[in-house]
């Protein structure tokens, strides 16, 4: 019913930017909130970034703040993480992911959302 896809991954420098892009498809019949997790080998997956589905609440990882911003475009049904000052400790898997119906405030964990794509690599060298 829902379909997430990434974008934007890549490898670059520490101190570079890049920008994820997740586009989402299918039916929904209320608000929903996005979000964005990470996994990096032999890690768990965490969480990185989320944003309500009117934009007004953005909430981020401590160890993002100040650095990444996420962002939505609900005509375009896209949600987007601008990353700066990437370091290597960024590297990781990066997920896009998305609940049914807005059914948690600023969620964090991932059993708090429903539908996952299939991630998008980036990787920071030093």
């Known amino acids: 019913q829902v379909q997430l896809v990434e974008s934007g991954g890549g490898l670059v420098q520490a101190g570079a930017s890049l920008r994820l892009s997740c586009a989402r498809s299918?039916?929904?019949?209320?608000?929903?909130?996005m979000g964005w997790f990470r996994q990096a080998p032999g890690k768990e997956r965490e969480f990185v970034a989320g944003i309500s589905w009117s934009g007004g609440n953005t909430f981020y990882a401590d160890s993002v703040k100040g650095r990444f911003t996420i962002s939505r475009d609900n005509a375009k049904n896209t949600v987007y993480l601008q990353m700066n000052s990437l370091k290597p400790e960024d590297t990781a898997l990066y997920y896009c992911a998305t609940d049914a119906y807005g059914r948690s405030s600023a969620p964090r964990r991932p059993l708090q959302y429903d539908y996952w794509g299939q991630g998008t690599q980036v990787t920071v060298s030093s």
């Open positions: 299918g039916r929904t019949f209320s608000t929903y909130t």
